[in-house]
């Protein structure tokens, strides 16, 4: 098949943090995804400013597959201390791009690999002399190379450095000189394009590309968060960044210049997640991000929040753990920590987003769950969606969309009231009344405490009323499973006996194992879960199917235990499929994964798989 | 404790410019030991909040945990009472106070809130110069565990159990004025005519306000041998001079001898008066302070009064620029930048 790379492979950028690399590298990203072909990079960098290897990982797919995907057909190498390293992960047949100024260590030479040398070093030291722009635009210049040997169409590159230097007129100039000295060297030393090659496409259609960080920082603002008090942590540290770069532009009072909205940096995480239960207790909408080691932290006040009943919204951005872990490497393995946060008998919300779009959404919808189910939602993202690109969905808002802000009592309806209980149930459904303070002067008063108290906020110690109130609060677990998030069904009936859960990040390549496996014969039902509690129709899922698969980022398979937990289904039937290395889940993890469990069954009946 | 309080009170109570008794600030009733040093606290905010003529909605109680924490409950009944986790009461007023810059935030704390586990979160909030008033009731000894010594009882300073304390006290009024606290006092538990204009003062300053009130445990640290038994702070107390606060537009008593007093204008036009200064005090001058502070401590005495103020100070909204509207008061309009600019934003990623 003579064209079956063409928009279909994995280009490596090995480059040396602090070098200038990212911004290079994103400009490739970019040239592809606006030449209409879907494209997904990701940033494997270390827990380090300057100095430590990263790398860059793009994958280009015509069939819009956007999990990572192993093998690397194109690597470009940039970094000595990597190369040996590189050298091997480049697939059988694949190229080797790599600085020439300095010969290549005969051991490196493989003979499976085409090596393509571009004098990185020499062109700069000849052609630039200010020592920061000759190693700025070493990357530059590689990225001209590429664009002949892979086809970027040069006029997106040149759009691209107008857009991104507007008004600096001489850096895109020489911006395009360097491109067009990798350009030049290409074309006069080697052949090109290769076969593995870009084609302009129109698969991207309106999408957009952006990291989930950034996605969740604009959904608060649209959401209407307005006190925002955070630790600095990675991967979660660009959700409050990006929210103030956009509450700097969207919420600064253009009379008075002063800001409609507080950002506090804590000095520490139980700081930050007291503040945000502060405000959201007296009346603003509030959150925090944080990651692993933060949200340990963060427990006794969630603990506090929970039973005393105060919206909480939380942005948990995963990262490996335990303790401090692979600081900046991704993993879902927060999951029961954040499920029963706390000590004594809690259960928290949890909501999953899989794509910026949802993240900007499910922040938004947080922040109004948070409110009207009085209580801590808290968000489940990930290094890999928080802090890498992702081609997704344009963001939407409904101009006639109010905010939820759940049971409040005004000062009318106060006066309206014979006896305002702060935790009596009047609707019968778990969810009761509150009060702001400042509300009313003479009603409406009442005493928050982490301490037992009866339906009128009285501190108790009488067992049955205890009871009564940890059983309500049951009640209201039960109403949250009809209003957070539904579980997406990719089928309206069931078509095999088995079923695959998964959620999050685990989703792209989820996806794309499924499509994979449908071409080989193997047919399965999914179900991407969305929110816990679980719902009727998780139970059903897994109810009707034989063997249900549930795939995860972490090792000890901790959304299966959590619906095994939940749900008290057969744990027999749950069979984890997991990937727990830092590294986002590949399709290729997942099948091989499944088809060892399932090989005994295709040995001995295969029909009921077959679709 | 008292376990009944009469309904009854006398038709002729003195009322406030609200036209509110002293009954309208009350709480519920106090479950502290017969005695106990907070209880008289709890009277000192009551009684300060009652001479403003604060409406009491327009307050908010917050606490940590321990039997101090415990006495929001049992003043003020009619404003909203956090009674927080321990150490963390700081962050949740920030919070709060972020929220709704308008209210007054009252926080209570103890020696063991405040000074062991809470330590970070009090430095901090200082640092941030939050407006709040800060009342640790300091008993030097964890009451709700039955009496260990906590982080600012005295060297040498003897437990009810005879055993003697080796380490070191935390000054929590000498650090809050390291810290760069604007507002900082000390007092003691036993003298209401101290403490309520201190109270009154420390409500009235537009930034973060500090005091440091010995309040005696009567059943764990009432002992011959501590520092902190009433006994003992009685003998040892010495005066930085009189304070009163007086209210905006109010006249300025006669009774006050011209030049024998300081007058220190607040933010809002009210004033602190400070009578009979003792020789050598300047209540605006921080290193001076800390100075007398340590100085007293040298002689086995407790400074009590007001040590410092800093009359023009910018509290944490100033120094974030946030709006002068409450943030709890903003609704979809001032919040939410609509659809159309959120296009452009898609249009920007594209």
């Known amino acids: ?523 399965f039902d999914a179900m991407r879960l969305r929110a816990f509690p679980f719902n009727q129709t998780v139970e059903d899922f897994i109810d009707t199917h034989e063997k249900v698969f549930i795939i995860e980022q972490n090792r000890d398979g901790q959304m299966r235990s959590l619906l095994i937990n939940e749900l008290n289904v057969n744990p027999q039937k749950m069979i984890p499929v997991l990937n727990f290395d830092g590294m986002p889940i590949t399709a290729h993890a997942i099948i091989s994964l499944i088809n060892k469990n399932l090989s005994p069954t295709l040995n001995g009946s295969t029909s009921k798989i077959l679709s | 404790m008292t376990y009944i309080r009469p309904k009854f009170r006398h038709p002729d109570l003195p009322k406030n410019d609200l036209g509110y008794t002293t009954r309208e600030y009350e709480g519920s009733l106090s479950t502290l030991c017969a005695g106990c040093g907070h209880d008289s606290i709890s009277g000192s905010i009551l009684q300060a909040c009652f001479e403003l003529s604060i409406p009491p909605h327009r307050i908010a109680k917050l606490s940590g945990i321990g039997c101090s924490s415990k006495t929001p409950n049992y003043f003020l009944g009619n404003s909203h009472g956090f009674n927080s986790v321990h150490g963390r009461m700081p962050s949740v007023a920030t919070g709060a106070n972020m929220a709704n810059r308008d209210l007054i935030y009252m926080g209570v704390s103890g020696d063991g809130d405040t000074a062991s586990i809470g330590m970070g979160q009090f430095v901090h909030v200082i640092r941030r110069n939050l407006n709040m008033v800060y009342i640790v009731m300091n008993n030097g000894c964890y009451g709700l565990t039955k009496g260990q010594d906590s982080a600012t009882a005295d060297a040498g300073s003897k437990s009810k159990a005879g055993s003697v304390n080796p380490f070191q006290p935390i000054d929590l009024a000498g650090l809050a004025l390291e810290l760069g606290a604007s507002f900082v006092a000390q007092s003691f538990s036993g003298d209401k005519e101290q403490l309520i204009p201190l109270i009154k003062a420390a409500i009235s300053h537009p930034g973060f306000a500090f005091i440091n009130v010995i309040s005696p445990c009567v059943t764990f640290n009432n002992n011959p041998g501590s520092t902190k038994s009433y006994d003992y702070v009685r003998e040892h107390i010495e005066e930085t001079g009189k304070t009163d606060l007086v209210p905006e537009k109010s006249e300025i008593l006669a009774s006050y001898e011209s030049g024998t007093g300081t007058e220190v204008m607040l933010h809002d036009g009210t004033f602190i008066k400070l009578e009979k200064l003792a020789a050598n005090r300047d209540p605006f001058n921080r290193m001076e302070a800390m100075n007398a502070l340590r100085n007293a401590r040298n002689r086995n005495e407790i400074l009590t009064g007001l040590l410092y103020i800093e009359t023009e100070t910018e509290d944490l909204h100033h120094t974030i620029n946030s709006t002068d509207r409450p943030l709890n008061t903003l609704e979809e309009e001032d919040l939410c930048p609509g659809s159309a600019v959120l296009a452009e934003i898609n249009e920007d990623l594209r």
Not at chain 1, 140 to 147: F, Q, R, T
Not at chain 1, 400 to 412: D, I, M, Q
């Open chain 1, 1 to 523: 098949m003579p064209n079956s790379k063409v928009n279909d492979f994995v280009i490596r950028f090995a480059n040396v943090n602090g070098t200038g690399s990212a911004s290079a590298n994103y400009l490739f990203a970019k040239a592809i995804f606006r030449m209409g072909i879907p494209v997904t990079p990701k940033n494997i960098f270390p827990s380090n400013i300057q100095g430590l290897p990263t790398w860059y990982d793009v994958r280009v797919s015509e069939k819009g597959y956007l999990g990572r995907r192993e093998g690397v057909d194109l690597m470009v190498c940039v970094n000595p201390q990597s190369m040996p390293d590189d050298v091997l992960s480049v697939k059988s047949g694949g190229y080797f791009v790599y600085d020439c100024t300095k010969a290549l260590n005969p051991a490196l030479i493989r003979p499976d690999v085409t090596y393509i040398g571009l004098p990185l070093m020499e062109m700069c030291l000849r052609e630039f002399t200010d020592p920061r722009q000759r190693q700025l635009f070493k990357n530059i210049i590689y990225v001209g190379a590429l664009s002949a040997l892979l086809d970027i169409e040069f006029m997106v590159l040149e759009q691209l450095l107008a857009e991104q230097f507007v008004g600096k007129e001489k850096l895109v100039a020489m911006n395009i000189k360097a491109l067009n000295l990798g350009i030049a060297y290409i074309h006069s030393n080697y052949a090109y394009p290769l076969d593995i090659r870009l084609e302009r496409r129109d698969l991207v259609g309106d999408k957009i590309l952006i990291d989930g960080n950034s996605a969740c920082g604009l959904g608060a603002v649209y959401g209407g968060a307005t006190v925002v008090a955070w630790y600095p942590i990675t991967p979660s540290t660009s959700v409050v960044e990006a929210f103030e770069t956009y509450a700097k532009k969207l919420r600064v009072d253009k009379e008075t210049g002063k800001r409609n909205y507080a950002i506090v940096q804590a000095e520490d995480e139980l700081a930050a997640i007291g503040m945000v239960i502060g405000a959201n207790w007296n009346g603003a909408r509030s959150f925090t991000a944080t990651s692993g080691p933060g949200l340990s932290l963060m427990n006794e006040f969630l603990g506090l929040a929970y039973f005393a009943e105060i919206p909480t919204v939380l942005i948990d951005v995963q990262r490996t753990g335990p303790s401090t872990g692979m600081p900046t490497r991704t993993q879902q393995s927060d999951i029961l920590l954040a499920a029963y946060a706390s000590h004594g008998d809690t259960k928290q919300v949890l909501v999953f987003p899989s794509t910026p779009k949802e993240c900007f959404d499910m922040t938004a919808e947080a922040l109004d769950l948070a409110e009207s189910l009085q209580t801590p939602i808290i968000m489940m993202t990930d290094l890999d969606l928080g802090m890498n690109d992702h081609m997704s969905e344009p963001f939407q808002w409904d101009d006639t969309r109010k905010y939820n802000r759940g049971k409040v009592l005004n000062a009318s309806q106060l006066e309206e009231l014979p006896r305002f209980g702060r935790y009596l149930d009047v609707d019968g459904d778990g969810i009761t009344y509150r009060t702001i303070p400042g509300t009313h002067p003479t009603k409406g008063s009442f005493f928050t405490r982490g301490t037992s108290r009866d339906e009128y906020a009285a501190y108790t110690e009488d067992g049955r009323v205890y009871a009564r109130n940890m059983d309500r609060l049951l009640k209201k677990w039960n109403t949250a499973k009809e209003v957070v998030p539904a579980p997406y069904l990719y089928q309206t009936v069931n078509t095999s006996p088995y079923g695959l859960i998964f959620f999050g990040t685990s989703t792209y390549s989820a996806e794309e194992a499924m499509d994979t496996m449908v071409s080989t014969g193997l047919n």
